[in-house]
């Protein structure tokens, strides 16, 4: 038997550090910033203010569970200030960090990140609202949810639309990156992947939720309601002339209202589901369908079909 003065706990860490060093000041090089590495956001920091946010706008289930009638609107008070201030330093540094990319270095990041801050604040209770509609819809869409308190803080696709709405916000007013990290906190957090760029409608539920992905250009209408394991995605992947991918193109499905699409669905394309349609599990759908449908996989052929939406339909009222 090995006596345990013998073991050598020599871990070569003077060795690793100068190998991890060699290779970061290379990446530092490649990318003309040996002398100035960025600061990113931090995501560890999000995530403390996306807690505090989130108890905020529920400070009676996502706060403190000690709070009196009167103690209420000072734990929000004090809790907004905190997160905001927080916030405020997180995209102050998005800003530096795009700055410095674009060697951008007389742009005012404090300002810049101030007013996106306080413009964000003052969208707070339309959020609020939203989410409450949400609630509702989670708890009237599943026989299995016995209150709204429960939906609140055991279902993970109503976190993972708290982080969206707040996500989505941000991603509107210019802040993507932290818009981004902060979707990705919440798809670590719920399996759920939503991107900051999709624009979703009142009353949205998502039913279990793990493996659900929608994509950036996503179009989402009011009463939607999503199973586990439902794509919304792209078909192809357009390129521009020196071979890089096309950035910004409209290349996700448009879901306009009252639709429900059932667990394992694949939408693909800037397709449009019709208002009021069911797409059954499992269906592989990249051609449009019209009002009213109902999908299943037997009856998918992606021939496509001569529905096209109205110009003044969903994408133009949510966009």
């Known amino acids: 038997m090995t006596s345990p003065l013998t073991i050598d706990k020599n871990w070569g860490i003077e060795t690793i550090v100068s190998e991890l060093r060699v290779l970061r000041d290379q990446a530092l090089a490649n990318r003309h910033r040996q002398d100035r590495p960025p600061k990113m ?33 000072y734990f929000v008070g004090h809790s907004l200030d905190v997160a905001l201030r927080a916030l405020y330093e997180q995209l102050r540094r998005e800003c530096r960090f795009h700055a410095e990319q674009q060697a951008l270095f007389d742009i005012d990041c404090g300002h ?4 996106i801050t306080r413009q964000f604040a003052a969208q707070l209770p339309a959020i609020r609202a939203l989410l409450d509609s949400d609630l509702v819809a989670a708890y009237e ?39 981004r990290m902060i979707a990705q906190i919440a798809h670590s957090l719920t399996g759920i992947d939503i991107h900051p760029g999709a624009v979703i409608g009142a009353r949205f539920f998502i039913d279990h939720g793990t493996g659900v992905v929608i994509g950036e250009t996503a179009v989402i209408g009011e009463h939607v309601r999503l199973y586990q394991a439902v794509t919304l995605g792209a078909k192809r992947f357009p390129k521009v002339a020196d071979g890089s991918l096309l950035k910004g193109n409209a290349r996700h499905p ?66």
């Not at 956001?41 to 289930?61: C, D, H, T, W, Y």
């Not at 810049?112 to 007013?115: D, E, G, P, Y």
């Open 41 to 73: 956001p931090s995501r560890k920091a999000l995530q403390s203010i996306m807690e505090g946010l989130s108890a905020v706008l529920f400070p009676n289930r996502l706060g403190s569970g000690e709070l009196s009638d009167d103690g209420v609107d």
């Open 112 to 115: 810049q990140a101030a007013a």
């Open 254 to 319: 448009i879901v306009e209202d009252d639709v429900v699409i059932y667990a394992g669905a694949t939408l693909l394309g800037r397709i449009t589901i019709g208002k009021g349609s069911s797409i059954g599990g499992n269906v592989w759908l990249t051609h449009s369908v019209a009002p009213g449908s109902a999908v299943t996989q037997s009856q998918v052929n992606n021939e496509p079909q001569t529905y096209k939406p109205p110009l003044n339909g969903l994408s133009a009222q949510l966009q």
């Open 141 to 179: 869409g599943d026989p299995a949810a016995t209150g709204l308190d429960e939906v609140l803080v055991c279902y993970p696709g109503l976190t993972a639309i708290i982080y969206h709405r707040i996500a989505h916000a941000l991603h509107r007013l210019g802040a993507s990156l932290v818009a």
